[in-house]
């Protein structure tokens, strides 16, 4: 891993650091770039928005690695409400949530998870939608992997996430690949013993692609990556998969033109919308992706 990215990875994790980026007032508009907001209404504006420019949303509602019950249950509510609201103004049918379990309550006991999950699947399964679960560091895959099998006996559309550093992932594609998968890069700071670097990581995400298009799943590509969307739109054809039976992803405030564009070619794109006050360890994983990133965020608190 670039070193850059490893320190700025490694700073997430500090509370001094965490203290004062997250007190400097400049933040909350750095942090606009990428999170629509703090409340329900600024995720179903934003989503509003993407929906009317011929994209979909997958929501996040932030926060990660919650250690106490009351917090999981906090997040879990913060889901039903958001399921309410996308309901309620008809953005269900182009809109499904992403949700760590870490933020539902993995890191106390994966049966707490579950039971949390299982109340958001239930939820979005009753407002027309689904559910995809993030897949966070990889000591937490095979958890992750064994509650996503559990939800799946009662909601089998609730989607996977598959992270191409990770050694292990084109076995994984390979077993999920009738399934909805979506297919990253990996965002965590991880071991060479477990990951792979550079180059190698995107040689892994293009077996997995093709792995995922030999399967008859709905694969859901989520890269910013130009020669990577391009290498999945040859791959596509070659597999003959029309636009509709899989899906490109990106982030908010990402490459927003290159999501417009695919979409006006009549290909489903979808845009991870993150919403919340808990934006912290979500920001910088994205400067840790980005040196452009870090300079624009460090220009902007050195001239606060
Ligand atoms: P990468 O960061 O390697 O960038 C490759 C190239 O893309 C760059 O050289 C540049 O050309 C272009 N590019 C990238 N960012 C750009 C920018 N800001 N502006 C302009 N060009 C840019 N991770 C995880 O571990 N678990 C998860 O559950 C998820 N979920 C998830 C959902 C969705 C919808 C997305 C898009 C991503 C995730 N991720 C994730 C994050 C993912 O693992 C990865 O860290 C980021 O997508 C960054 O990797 P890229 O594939 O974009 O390429």
Request: net charge neutral.
């Amino acid at each position: 891993m670039h070193p850059l990215r490893s320190l700025i990875l490694a700073a997430a994790g500090n509370d001094a650091i965490r203290r004062l980026v997250a007190t400097a007032p400049v933040s909350r508009d750095v942090v606009r770039r990428f999170v629509a907001g703090d409340r329900t209404a600024d995720a179903i504006g934003v989503t509003r928005d993407l929906v009317a420019s011929g994209r979909s949303v997958t929501l996040d509602h932030l926060g990660e690695d919650v250690t106490d019950a009351q917090q999981a249950d906090l997040n879990v509510r913060a889901y039903l409400e958001l399921l309410d609201a996308l309901h309620a103004e008809g953005l269900s049918a182009r809109a499904e949530v992403s949700v760590k379990l870490s933020a539902v309550g993995q890191k106390l006991d994966e049966r707490v998870a579950l039971a949390n999950a299982s109340r958001v699947c239930a939820a979005a399964e009753q407002c027309g939608t689904t559910v995809t679960l993030d897949m966070e560091d990889h000591t937490t895959t095979d958890s992750t992997l064994r509650v996503l099998a559990e939800l799946r006996r009662t909601w089998p559309s609730t989607g996977a996430v598959l992270q191409s550093y990770l050694r292990r992932t084109l076995d994984d594609c390979v077993a999920l690949a009738d399934t909805r998968v979506r297919l990253v890069k990996g965002a965590y700071d991880e071991p060479e013993s477990v990951a792979f670097r550079g180059h190698e990581v995107d040689l892994g995400y293009v077996r997995c692609v093709n792995a995922l298009f030999a399967g008859d799943g709905y694969p859901m590509f989520a890269t910013h990556d130009p020669r990577l969307v391009r290498i999945v739109a040859e791959r596509a054809r070659w597999y003959d998969r029309k636009p509709g039976t899989y899906e490109y992803q990106m982030l908010f405030g990402v490459r927003p033109d290159e999501q417009r564009r695919l979409a006006r070619e009549g290909e489903t794109v979808r845009v991870y919308v993150p919403y919340g006050s808990q934006w912290y360890g979500y920001l910088m994983r994205r400067l840790a992706e980005r040196p452009a990133n870090t300079t624009f965020f460090a220009r902007a608190l050195v001239s606060y």
